[in-house]
Nanobody, 124 residues
Framework: QVQLVESGGGLVQAGGSLRLSCTAS????????MGWFRQAPGKERVFVAA????????FASDSLKGRFTISRDNAKNTVYLQMNSLTFKDTAAYYC?????????????????WGQGTQVTVSS
């Protein structure tokens, strides 16, 4: 089992930045690829970014490339999501997830472990 706890969400003005953190416990952190997903009100949960077990490869949603960056620190059992140039459309609950694979995966079904989510609200 893997337990995931997100932090770093909050209210930010449009154009601002936030860095989300997700700390894992319960098993060896480097055994899992990690991902971030988000869910806006009334919409489905969608892929944001993913990173392989060693940080060697990353993926980001095409619409977010250049603004959102995923990284990880295996010594701290933590994965991060740096979000820049935020807009109202980025308002959502952001979820951290641990994959059953070592590689970075974009499909939510590859992630059996999920955090509770952290809310990001961007004011215009």
């Amino acid at each position: 089992q893997v337990q995931l706890v997100e932090s770093g969400g909050g209210l930010v003005q449009a154009g601002g930045s936030l860095r989300l953190s997700c700390t894992a416990s319960g098993r060896t952190f480097s055994d899992n690829g990690m991902g971030w997903f988000r869910q806006a009100p009334g919409k489905e949960r969608v892929f944001v970014a993913a990173i392989a077990w060693n940080g060697g490869s990353t993926f980001a949603s095409d619409s977010l490339k250049g603004r959102f960056t995923i990284s990880r620190d295996n010594a701290k059992n933590t994965v991060y999501l740096q979000m820049n140039s935020l807009t109202f459309k980025d308002t959502a609950a952001y979820y951290c997830a641990a994959s059953r694979y070592l590689a970075a995966r974009t499909y939510s079904g590859d992630y059996p472990y999920w955090g509770q989510g952290t809310q990001v609200t961007v004011s215009s």
